[in-house]
């Protein structure tokens, strides 16, 4: 669901501030000293196609709602005595219903494509990157990590394949995991024994992709890791020749050659 809002607060004192706020509604508030009033329009839809779109306007006064128009009711409602006493005179009112009901295409369906083309038909690709992960004790010898970022919208799925075929046991995922910067991130994550000659691959499929994309697991070993093994084994290999020199000159100096 999409919302926007047109927020005002109005008193008998003059304006001392004004905050506008776009983040798929808009705000814009004044606020006063003593009572505080409140008119909220609403764009509500849950589609495209805004088939089931509805205009409400609310009025507020010291957070208590009097009266409300909801275009899918096509007249005012009031909620307390004054709300009642205004919502009567409104409908009796044929130039007051004829234009609060035009706003349900005046403002919220030609907004509503305006925000459409500006945020909610954008999409941004998830970068993927696999690795390998220690695993939990378990009957696997092995995990491996799918690892979607910064994509847009929410919605993604990510799946494994051994061989082509996709793979249902042995497979946990998080959540679609908010950046807080409108990106999202995802982590799925296989546990398996690996067999020689077998093709491991992470699928993801997303708005932003014109069609899924299969990322094929590579067994190698990183160029950082086999660093690291290198130079664990050249340590070994030296503290070895250490040791047996070690063990050379105690012996000498037992048999008194030293």
Same mark, same amino acid.
């Given at each position: 669901m999409c919302l926007f809002h047109y927020h005002s607060q109005q008193g008998n004192m003059a304006i001392q501030n004004i905050y506008i706020y776009l983040l798929g509604f808009?705000?814009?508030?004044?606020?006063?000293?003593?009572?505080? @009033?409140? !008119? !909220?329009d609403e764009c509500r839809f849950t589609s495209k196609d805004l088939q089931d779109a509805e205009f409400i306007r609310s009025y507020v006064f010291n957070m208590v709602e009097d009266v409300r128009f909801n275009s899918s009711?096509?007249?005012?409602?009031?909620?307390?005595?004054?709300g009642v006493k205004n919502a009567k005179a409104w409908n009796s009112d044929p130039g007051e219903l004829a234009g609060i009901r035009a706003q349900l295409d005046s403002y919220c369906r030609n907004n509503a494509g305006i925000h459409y083309s500006a945020v909610l038909d954008k999409t941004a690709k998830p970068y993927v990157r696999m690795s390998s992960v220690t695993p939990p004790s378990g009957r696997h010898t092995a995990m491996l990590m799918c690892s979607a970022y910064d994509f847009y919208p929410k919605q993604i799925r990510v799946?494994?394949?051994?061989?082509?075929? @996709?793979i249902k046991s042995d497979v946990t995922s998080t959540e679609e995991l908010a950046d807080g910067d409108w990106y999202y991130q995802i982590h799925s994550h296989l546990e398996y024994t690996p067999k020689s000659g077998e093709k491991i691959s992470c699928m993801?499929?997303?708005?932003?992709?014109? @069609?899924?994309?299969?990322?094929d697991w590579d067994p190698s070993m990183p160029e950082s890791e086999r660093n690291k093994i290198?130079?664990?084994?050249?340590?070994? !290999?030296?503290?070895a020749i250490i040791a047996l020199a070690g063990l050379v000159y105690y012996k000498k100096k037992s048999a008194g050659v030293l």
């Open positions: 808009l705000s814009i508030s004044y606020r006063t000293d003593g009572y505080y @009033e409140q !008119v !909220v009711v096509g007249e005012y409602v009031g909620y307390t005595e004054l799946t494994w394949q051994r061989d082509g075929h @996709e993801v499929e997303h708005s932003s992709l014109p @069609e899924p994309m299969v990322y290198a130079i664990g084994a050249s340590g070994l !290999v030296l503290g």
